[in-house]
């Protein structure tokens, strides 16, 4: 759990997850208003996850994630300028406006997609992990994906090079039981998809990730496992998405009642009670913490809004290499 932490740092991992979900629900009300287009996946209930596994891990470790993946960008560094920007398609985006939001990017920050495929970004996990032992480098890579992603080949392709080579990798499995508009049990005849890494004979756990705490302790654990050269790991994050799969989803597959029910476990008023528990929030301590984040969030929307347009005769540039 937290308790170890002092009260600064607890506030921080609080800072984050209020931060991820305002930054979520301002971009909802900006996609209304037709100034984020394309695909948009929110991240509101998910964010216990984001920052327990990326408090856990270090700044230079690599770093990859799935279409859901605001969270993880501002958790990792990424200014929030840079990531609103980027969703506006502006070119002081993060990836110069050319990715959206599914494909945000920051070599800075060892931040490495942002991946539209489901499953894509395990391969590149796999790769980055690989150039890492060959290079004899101390740096893990952690790769987040969905359950969705479990079904397709190449998540079985990629654990089993990474137990085969002993990739110094951490797999994340965010799994909030629906891939897409899919229940989990009319998929998968064993829902507990931790399993699966048994297969490939890499070591594996289930973890609540509504309990930022326990998301970020099994991280931690599992991060020294791979450190300590005993090869890859397996985690199954428990968690739920309160918004739709994405805007555009009608959501006709779950009713109401199931999404209130999981809002009862809401990881940050979780995470805020059990604070007030131990006397390390008060009212004014977390109106301070709002303000701070409506800051943030409102400074992300003003450099989004101020932020150039890429020139038109550079729309083909980084597309075709240029003839010699």
């Known amino acids: 759990m937290t308790q170890e932490l002092d009260q600064q740092a607890q506030h921080a991992l609080l800072y984050q997850m209020l931060l991820i979900r305002r930054f979520e629900e301002k971009s909802a009300e900006l996609y209304t208003l037709g100034k984020i287009r394309g695909f948009l996946h929110l991240y509101i209930g998910e964010e216990a996850v984001a920052v327990g596994a990326l408090n856990a891990l270090d700044k230079q470790d690599r770093i990859v994630a799935t279409y859901r993946e605001h969270g993880h960008a501002l958790v990792r560094g990424i200014p929030a300028g840079a990531v609103m920007a980027e969703m506006y398609g502006k070119a002081n985006g993060c990836a110069r406006g050319r990715g959206g939001s599914m494909h945000l990017f920051s070599r800075e920050h060892h931040f490495y ?31 987040f994906f969905g359950d969705g992603a479990t079904a397709e080949g190449e998540f079985h392709e990629s654990l089993n090079l990474a137990a085969l080579w002993k990739l110094p990798l951490l797999f994340l499995c965010e799994n909030n039981l629906y891939a897409m508009g899919t229940f989990l049990s009319r998929y998968e005849s064993d829902t507990d998809v931790c399993h699966k890494a048994a297969g490939y004979g890499i070591p594996a756990e289930q973890v609540d990730g509504m309990d930022v705490g326990a998301v970020r302790d099994a991280v931690q654990r599992a ?37 209130e029910r999981f809002k009862q476990r809401d990881p940050i008023a979780l995470f805020v009670a059990s604070l007030r528990e131990a006397a390390r929030l008060s009212d004014g301590d977390l109106a301070a913490l709002e303000a701070r984040v409506a800051a943030e969030v409102a400074r992300a929307v003003e450099e989004a809004e101020a932020g150039p347009w890429e020139a038109t005769e550079d729309l083909t540039k980084d597309v075709y290499t240029e003839s010699a």
């Open 223 to 259: 991060a020294k496992h791979v450190r300590d050269e005993h090869g890859p790991y397996f985690i199954e994050l428990r968690t739920y998405r309160f918004r739709a799969h994405s805007m555009y989803d009608a959501e006709a597959y779950r009713d109401k009642a199931e999404v």
């Open 113 to 143: 997609g942002g991946h539209a495929i489901v499953g894509g970004g395990l391969p590149v996990a796999v790769g980055l992990a690989l150039a890492d032992k060959m290079q004899n480098r101390p740096h893990l890579t952690a790769s």
